[in-house]
């Protein structure tokens, strides 16, 4: 409790400065004596903050950023509280899929905030450059992979730095999609999800094609995520896989000319894009668990605040009132820039989106393969590093086979 006696809520998560802040101005505008006080941490280390202090029972996390797949992990863990009395409120006031993405085992563990997906974005000056056709922005417009290679080659022969790049580079959220629409396999299976399954001809397939685009300098590399999307803002990049949130900064952009295509696919295959985003979910062991819970309701089921938390991400909230707004923000004065965004948007997200994989070894999944997806882009033996990974998974994932 702070000096003055109000109530202090700790909100730990991962995001850029400014994305809540007016949300929270918002809560303790309508909470008077509740006071909500942000933890930011950079996005590589939110997991590891939450193992270490909500599983040693720490009071001072009340609220904290969920990420969908790991609902599972956090929930058997004991680590989040059972919301599943506001099942309910929840259905009806978000859109998709979104409650089953914060559920498991039949119970609600977290309350969905945004969705996501992912598209092409382009430099139209570059491939004008280049003689290349700006793809278009329909659905039924989407070009394959081995089509954005040709092109992004062709535009780096005319001057562009790098032909092609990605937005969270080596991370699970981007390249599964790409999998899935090599028809490879997710890299978990059976029971639980809990067998590993990424030492097979599809996922070295696709891997080759990804050390390739690095190797050969047609992507960046020794670039992270993090500033991924100023290669492409700078004017140094000809295609750019990257999801929604990336369109509020492009558009304020002087001097870049940009447009929005839908995510590619592999020949022969099917399109395929991410889904899901954060939640919020109250630990289990808050020392303020009724104002801790008030808050992540607001910011997702009460339309003010969870429009207000798209201020700086600019991530569509699942929020059926606030996606609308959502929408509209996004759209005007944009231009050009994102002219048929909407129905690219929501086409995806009914049709395409591809879920992560729903398990309680998720976390060792994901940091496991995403080492194993930065070693190969970086040179290493593609079947070496699949066939590594494989025996680790296996050795990781038996604690939870074992129990069950």
Known sequence: MAEDGSRIIRFLHSQPAGTFTQAIQLFEQRHPGVRVEEQPVPFNDLNAQVQARVGSQDPSIDVFAADPPRVPSQASRGFLVDVSDDRQAIAQAVVGPALDSVSWEGKVWAYPLWTSSSFLYYNRDLLAKAGVKAPGSAAAERLTWEQVGEQAQAAQRAGARYGLGFDQVDRYFQLQPMLASAGAGDGLTGPGGLTPAVDNPGWKRVMDWYQGLHTSRLAPLGIGPEQMPDVFSSGQLAF??????????????????????????FAGGKPATPTDSWGVGVSAYSSHPQQARAFARFLSLDSAGALATTGKQTLPPVNKVAFDRYIEKTVSGAGESVTGYEALLTHEMDTTAHHRPRTVGYVDFETTINKTFSDIRNGAKVSESLRDAQEQLDQQLQRYRDLG
Not at 240 to 265: C, D, E, M, Q
């Open 240 to 265: 750019f896989v990257g999801g929604p949130g990336r369109i509020g900064k492009f558009s304020g952009t002087k001097g870049l000319n940009f447009g929005v295509a839908p995510h590619p696919y």
